[in-house]
């Protein structure tokens, strides 16, 4: 999965977020819509991406999105 792929993803789990909404760099808590049904549909978009888990723990330690990518990465590998 490419981070343009996770982003589409992210996009479309995210309530409130149209297409070209995220980037790579965003901050997490600057998104509107970001809420603690955010934190369940990005866990949900990792799991389904990449097939891994990321604890609420690892997620919060993510301050962007490229950070959560390359996270979910580092775990698949």
């Not at 509107?32 to 369940?40: F, I, N, R, T």
């Amino acid at each position: 999965m490419s981070i343009d792929e996770f982003i589409a993803e992210l996009e479309l789990a995210i309530e409130g977020m149209g297409p070209g909404t995220i980037r790579p760099g965003t901050v997490l808590r600057d998104l509107p819509g970001w809420d603690s049904l955010a934190v369940l549909a990005t866990l949900a978009c990792v799991d389904a991406g990449f097939g891994v888990q990321l604890s609420a723990v690892e997620l919060a330690e993510c301050r962007t999105v490229q950070e959560i990518f390359d996270r979910a990465r580092s775990k698949r590998a």
